[in-house]
């Protein structure tokens, strides 16, 4: 280890919705966590990895935290509030455009409580492209009325505002220690989970409200010749008649999914992708 590396953990959470996943895309200047309208996009932990000079920040990127009614929700809830025990930082993160909901009150009150020693909490406000400046000001005062007197940062995850100053700030206060990941490594999750997920969020996104959450995407085979990645996947649907809805009318809408599911995976991989997809009922 030389003298003055660090290493962190910044976890990124917040209600569903507010930005917690484009604003770690951001960071890594490349989508690997999915982003789409719906409340519990994100479904499981997952970092992504960066190196600003000699500091290395894994940001954790967690389920939004609800008001869980079903057991899958109570899931996703526990493990958003597991990634606070491993988290260095934690960014507690706000909607600029719907400023400090009960929700948030109450995921700040239980952070405040839960909180280990030597964490340190932070508020982002995203959103900011859709606000004006006194509206920003209300807010942060607010915040500091209700929460105390923390860090906070103003960004934007869709314009790409705010994150030099907060990435260097985040660099130097994280704390000495030795890298924990390769410095080439953007991520703990495989790359045909990452693959599946891109996958999803277009299935998400093309099919709105016709779906139930639970649909699956696994990539099944994934193969490089002459730089081209050829890959196959499969999307579980949990009955018969959700085949038809994700295949559409004579397959146009797989196909308009897997277009642009291959730009997205291209993108990714900065390599000529060949997708392969198959619709199956889950048993
Ligand atoms: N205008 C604007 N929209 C944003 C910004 N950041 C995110 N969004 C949008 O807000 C929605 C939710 O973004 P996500 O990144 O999926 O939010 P999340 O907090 O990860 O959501 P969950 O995973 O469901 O908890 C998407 O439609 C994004 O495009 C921003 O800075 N400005
Ligand atoms: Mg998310």
């Not at 507010?18 to 994100?42: A, E, P, R």
């Amino acid at each position: 280890m030389t003298t003055n590396e660090k290493f962190g953990f910044v976890a990124l959470i917040g209600e569903p919705n507010v930005g917690k996943s484009s604003i770690l895309n951001n960071f890594l200047d490349k989508k690997i966590s999915i982003v789409s309208h719906k409340v519990q996009t994100t479904r499981f932990r997952l970092n992504g990895i960066i190196q600003v000079k000699s500091s290395q920040m894994a940001f954790i990127d967690t389920p939004g935290i609800c008001d869980a009614r079903t057991l899958k929700e109570r899931s996703y809830n526990k493990v958003a509030w597991r990634s606070i025990h491993d988290a260095n930082i934690v960014a507690l993160v706000i909607d600029a455009k719907k400023g400090i909901t009960d929700s948030t009150r109450l995921i700040a009150k239980r952070l405040k409580l839960n909180i280990v020693e030597h964490t340190n909490i932070i508020i982002v406000l995203n959103k900011i492209d859709l606000v004006d400046k006194e509206r920003i000001l209300q807010i942060t005062s607010n915040i500091y009325d209700e929460f105390g007197n923390f860090d906070t940062f103003f960004v934007s995850a869709r314009k790409g505002i705010g994150f030099d100053d907060f990435r260097e700030w985040l660099a130097s206060s994280i704390p000495d220690g030795k890298w924990f990941y390769k410095s080439d490594q953007l991520s703990d999750m495989p790359l045909e989970k990452i693959m599946a997920e891109l996958t999803r969020e277009k299935i998400f996104l093309r099919l709105h409200d016709e779906l139930p959450y639970d649909l699956e995407v696994e990539t099944v085979d994934l193969k490089k010749a002459n730089n081209t990645y050829v890959i196959h996947q499969e999307i579980y649907v949990t009955r018969e008649s959700q085949k038809g809805i994700v295949l559409g009318k004579n397959g146009r809408v797989i196909k308009e999914i897997s277009i642009k599911a291959r730009h997205e995976i291209e993108n990714f991989l900065d390599q000529k992708v060949h997708l392969f997809l198959k619709v199956k009922l889950k048993k």
